[in-house]
């Protein structure tokens, strides 16, 4: 298992680096310069020229690449250009709230996917494993930008019983319905997707699963039908749960449109203002910590699957 663990960590190490080159790279093909937004139309070219020099933009891309790696590296990810703060200051108070959203959206989600995916695996071929489906597909087809929108529209200007944006405060306390009821839109929004994706794939592991040779075995053997339902989902869990993993990093990194509609304070929100201001600092450095957050959770899955299925380190 060491030496499993060991490989799976030195394989992150190009991944991480790739994904480094990568964020600082995509950003410079958009069109449009930073420093226009800090300067009126008329500024002359002195001023242009200093507030690059300022920001390290006067130099060739691989020397700002190889500067902005080693600072952050060691933690330093610059200021904004749009309000001078502290990028990392900026990506921590944003990253909370939506590590918040996602983990509370995929665990709703993982719940009722497993266990409508479970159903329709153990009901294959009959109208419940049909009506799944037709969730599932449902889920995954309806954009969560535009279920967001309808949501705020009935629950928030007709019926007026839920918030339509923001949070109740800087402090999060999960037993107070004020604001707990800031979350229910976005994560209702947000795990649409996630259960359409985990319930497919459930109902297909788990369908498999009941086909084989050894559920024929348990059952013959007089097992009862729960105890051999627990075998099959066992088997059929380690894909479940990698899926999983990749739909929570997804999350991670693809809440912009659901924070920029009930303008959550998250690190898609962030994303959305650094776009408009063509906040370069912002746009690297909340790019790479989702990325990183993304590969670091695929890491854990494999050492998860790893765990619960040993074939997949031997292999």
């Not at 300022?54 to 691989?62: E, F, I, K, S, T």
């Not at 009935?154 to 319905?177: C, K, N, Q, R």
Request: hydrophobic share 50%; glycine share 8%; charged share 15%.
């Amino acid at each position: 298992m060491l030496g499993y663990v060991i490989r799976r960590l030195l394989a992150a190490i190009p991944i991480a680096l790739g994904v480094s080159m990568i964020c600082f790279a995509l950003v410079f093909l958009a069109p449009g310069d930073p420093i226009q937004t800090l300067l009126p139309p008329d500024a002359d070219a002195e001023t242009v020229d200093r507030l690059k020099r300022m920001y390290g933009l006067d130099r060739p891309l691989p020397i700002q690449y190889l500067d902005w790696l080693w600072r952050v590296m060691h933690g330093d990810f610059g200021r904004s250009i749009a309000n001078g703060r502290p990028v990392l200051e900026e990506i921590q108070r944003s990253l909370g709230n939506t590590i918040l959203l996602a983990t509370v959206a995929v665990l709703i989600a993982f719940s009722v996917a497993f266990i409508l995916g479970t159903v329709a695996g153990r009901k294959s071929g009959t109208w419940i494993d049909r009506m799944v489906t037709g969730v599932a597909v449902l889920g995954v087809s309806v954009p969560n930008y535009w279920l967001g929108i309808v949501l705020v529209i009935i629950f928030s200007v007709e019926m007026m019983i839920l918030p339509a944006s923001g949070t109740a405060g800087d402090t999060f306390d999960p037993t107070s319905w004020d604001h707990l009821q800031y979350l229910v839109l976005p994560v209702i929004t947000l795990s649409m997707i996630p259960v359409g994706i985990i319930a497919r794939t459930t109902r297909s592991a788990i369908s498999e699963v009941m086909n084989q040779e050894f559920v024929v075995t348990l059952r013959a053997n007089g097992l009862p039908e729960w105890r051999v339902l627990k075998h099959a989902i066992k088997n059929a869990l380690p894909p479940v749960l990698a899926v999983m993993g990749l739909q929570f990093g997804t999350l991670m990194g693809g809440s912009i449109l659901v924070e920029t509609v009930f303008s959550w304070p998250g690190s898609g929100y962030l994303l959305s203002k650094a776009i408009l201001n063509r906040d370069i600092p912002i746009l690297q450095g909340a790019i790479l910590v989702l990325a990183m957050i993304f590969v670091v959770t695929n890491l854990a899955v494999d050492l998860i699957q790893s765990t619960l299925d040993p074939r997949i380190r031997r292999g």
